[in-house]
Structure formats: structure tokens, C-alpha cells
Nanobody, 112 residues
Framework: QVQFVESGGGLVQPGGSLTLSCEAS????????ISWFRQAPGKEREFVAS????????TYRDSVKGRFTIFRDAAKNTVDLEMNNLKPEDTAVYYC?????WGRGTQVTVSS
């Protein structure tokens, strides 16, 4: 089973940028899809972005298209999430996911 460790969260002003990193241990298979999810206080966890491990096909939720970019590095077993033009509504704990494996998350706070 794959295990994830997320990092890179923090406090940033609106309009700022952060890059989150997800380091995976264990075997990721060619057909796996690694996802980033987020959960804001009092809200359900929601999908943010995903990448197909072999095809490098990327998918985003509508509200982050054009602002967020997901990258995967097969050599390092990492999946990064570059976030630009951050908005207060992006504030959440961000998690990596593959099937039923979840990391502990990293907090992103967007506030002036």
C-alpha cells in the first residue's frame, strides 16, 4: 500500500503562490491516478486535481483551472501541486490520495 507525506503548506496572502509536495512510498503502478483533495473547516473533502501516472493526463476542478498545476515526477515518486493566484476560498487542508490511501495533509491558509 502506498503511503503519502504532504508538505509545503503555509500562510499566504491573496494572490500569492505555494507549491505543495506529496512524497509517496511504495509502488505506484502505471495505471494509477494520484489525486490532490482538500477539506475546508466545516466542509466535505473535495477533489482538486489528479494525474495519470503513465499517461501524465491531468484533471482539475473548475475553480482551480488556470491557477493550479499538478506535476508528477516518476523518478522521485512525487506529485507536486503548484498553486498560483490563491484565493481565501482555497484555504483548506490538502491531501494526497490513491484509492484508500491518504496522507495526513498540509494546511494552506490564504488570508491578508
Amino acid at each position: 500500500q502506498v503511503q503519502f507525506v504532504e508538505s509545503g503548506g503555509g500562510l499566504v496572502q491573496p494572490g500569492g503562490s505555494l507549491t505543495l509536495s506529496c512524497e509517496a512510498s511504495g509502488t505506484i503502478y502505471a495505471l494509477d491516478i494520484i489525486s490532490w483533495f482538500r477539506q475546508a473547516p466545516g466542509k466535505e473533502r473535495e477533489f482538486v486535481a489528479s494525474v495519470h501516472w503513465r499517461l501524465n493526463k491531468k484533471t482539475y476542478r473548475d475553480s482551480v483551472k488556470g491557477r493550479f498545476t499538478i506535476f508528477r515526477d516518476a523518478a522521485k515518486n512525487t506529485v507536486d501541486l503548484e498553486m498560483n493566484n490563491l484565493k481565501p476560498e482555497d484555504t483548506a487542508v490538502y491531501y494526497c490520495n490513491l484509492r484508500d490511501s491518504w496522507g495526513r495533509g498540509t494546511q494552506v491558509t490564504v488570508s491578508s
